[in-house]
Structures are given as structure tokens and as C-alpha cells.
């Protein structure tokens, strides 16, 4: 076409008045926003559902073949038992347990926001298989979110430290296995006291990496003073299970610290150093459909590990992978880890 092109800008209708200013914001809008993203940062962290990267998949139930629920052997059979009867993923028993029988002994460490409950069925497990097992509650986990607030990072590792001492007192050699927020804090404890006194690591769900900007989130919420302003701020109940009964099973509360939560910025950033001179094997056990810790991390460690690695990938769980429908399959890798390095 030649010559200018006409001019199609519609004139502004007459007598139109221009929107209204919005209203300045008001604290009790800033404070319901900073509630609002205390509560999505802090939901990430724990066993709740977060926003961790997904695999694509399509509904609650991606399956491996088999009917129904719960979790199978490769037998044909349910989920194993415990000697009384009943499952120990269904129990509900958060208190913590010391199951003495030979002179290899592993140590469990529960996760942020969870109990020994979640250790149980794996504890129960490896405790048949002749292996001494040591669970305790780490510090605040048994007295509400307020409490939990009070305690630092150090003090969570330090109960490692005394679970260890414990087991060396009873066994020849020691093991580990830790769940989210428990993997790291294993790490630690394996670079700290080295393959002399703990001889490998089983690394399950391992929270060394969070869902993408969760760190950065957590640690302006500490400098902003929000894990101040906000102590506590609501969950999910029962935790990032796909299995229902085992998610209604677990003991957790409707609500979890925020200032706890800030801990874990330092904590994973000694844990990731740590890692990469580890020299002791390491099991890494984690599910694609993981919501609360992205399946990058477990990636991340097989890359980034000195020790070796052995990744093993699941698709039936969501984060809490030792009490979710893949629960027999992992206390059977677990034990087979450590009836090899041990």
C-alpha cells in the first residue's frame, strides 16, 4: 500500500471520568499479604504440599500394575507387617523407639514438621532384618509449633550427636538413615564424625534443595522480621502422602513455625558444603511425585556427592516416601544398603 497509513487511535469517549485511585494499602492489608506468603513459603518446607517441580503426570493415582492402595512386595502381598498385626505406617505412633538386636545399628532422623511416626515402618523393618535402631524426637517436634520456634538448627543436630553416641555404645558399626530435613542433617553428621563412626547414609526424600525461591523466600521473611510477626502459620493435615489412609494415619498438626522454618536456610546451605566431601556410600531414594522437595534434589546429590551414589527413583509416593505406598520398596532398598555397607 502507498502513502501513510491512516490513523486508526479512537479518540476517548466525552465525558468519561478517569478510574478511581486505589486506596492506599492499610496494615491490616500488608499484614493479611505477608500472612499470605509466610504461609506459601513456610507450607513448602514441610511435610504439607508444596510447590515442588511436578512430572506431569495427570491425578492422584499413577499406578505400577497392581489394584488398589496399598503398597506391595512384589509378591502379591500387602505392605509388610509388623509382628503385631498391623501396619506401622497406620499406627499413628509418634513416640520415639530404641529396638535393640545386633551389633549394627542404624540411626533414623525423622524430617522438619514430623515425627518418629514417619520412621517406624522402616525402623520395624530393618530391626527384623537383625539390625539395632535408634529413632528419637528431634528438640521442639513434641511441643507444638511455639515451641518449635524456640529451638536453632544446632540443638536438631545435636540430638544426632547423642543418638550416635548411644549407638556406639551398643554396636560395632552405625549407620544412618534420614527423611527430608533428617537427610540433611545426616549429611552433616557423616562429613562431621566421618566413616569411622558412621559408615554410610541412606538419604530419603533428601531436603538439600527446596523448591525453587523457597530459600530466597525464607530468608527475607527472617531479615523482614515476618517469622517474628507470624510465629505460626496453617498446614495440611496429615502431610504430603498419596496414600489416604497412611496421610490420615500420620500425626501431624494444623499448623507449623515460621520461625523454625528460617533455620532451615543455614542448615542446608552447611549441608550442601558438606556433601561434597563426603566419603562414605550413600543410598538417595526419592519420588518424581515429591510436592514438597523437587526430585532435582536427589539429582543434584548424585552429581554433586564425593561418596558413591546410588539413586533409586519412585513414581507411586508423594514426599513422605517411608510411610506412602512405596513404603515396603524402600525398607527393602534401605536394608539391602546397609546389609551390603555395613
Known sequence: MDGPLPDTTAAPPPNVAPPPRAAPA??????????????????????GEGDAD???????????????DADRDGSGRDAERDGSGGDAALRGDPSPFFLRAGPRGVLLVHGFNGT??????????????????????????????????DVAWPRWYGQLEAGLRTLRAHCQVVGLAGLSMGAALGVRLLRQYGPANVRCAALLAPALLLPR????????????????L?????????????????????????????????????????????????????????????HTVPFRSAQWIA???????????????????????????????VAAFFDENL
Open 26 to 47: 492499610t496494615p491490616g492489608d500488608v499484614a493479611h499479604r505477608a500472612t499470605a506468603t509466610a504461609t506459601a513459603t513456610v507450607t513448602a518446607t514441610g511435610d
Open 54 to 68: 511436578r512430572d506431569g503426570s495427570e491425578g492422584d493415582a499413577e499406578r505400577d500394575g497392581s489394584e488398589g
Open 116 to 149: 518418629p511416626h514417619t520412621m517406624r515402618y522402616l525402623g520395624e523393618h530393618l530391626h527384623r532384618r537383625g539390625f539395632t535402631v535408634l529413632c528419637d524426637v528431634l528438640p521442639g517436634h513434641d511441643a507444638g509449633p511455639a515451641a518449635l520456634g
Open 213 to 228: 525461591g523457597t530459600e530466597a523466600g525464607l530468608g527475607l521473611m527472617h531479615r523482614l522480621g515476618l517469622d517474628r
Open 230 to 290: 507470624f510465629p505460626t502459620v496453617p498446614r495440611p493435615r496429615g502431610g504430603d502422602i498419596a496414600d489416604p489412609a497412611a496421610r490420615a494415619a500420620n500425626p501431624t498438626g494444623t499448623r507449623t513455625s515460621t520461625r523454625a522454618a528460617t533455620q532451615l536456610v543455614d542448615l542446608l546451605a552447611a549441608a550442601r558444603r558438606d556433601l561434597e566431601v563426603l566419603q562414605q556410600p550413600l543410598l538417595v531414594v526419592h519420588s518424581r511425585r515429591d
Open 303 to 333: 552429581r554433586h556427592a564425593a561418596a558413591p551414589v546410588r539413586l533409586v527413583e519412585l513414581h507411586r509416593s508423594y514426599h513422605l516416601i517411608t510411610v506412602d505406598r512405596d513404603r515396603a520398596r524402600v525398607a527393602q532398598e
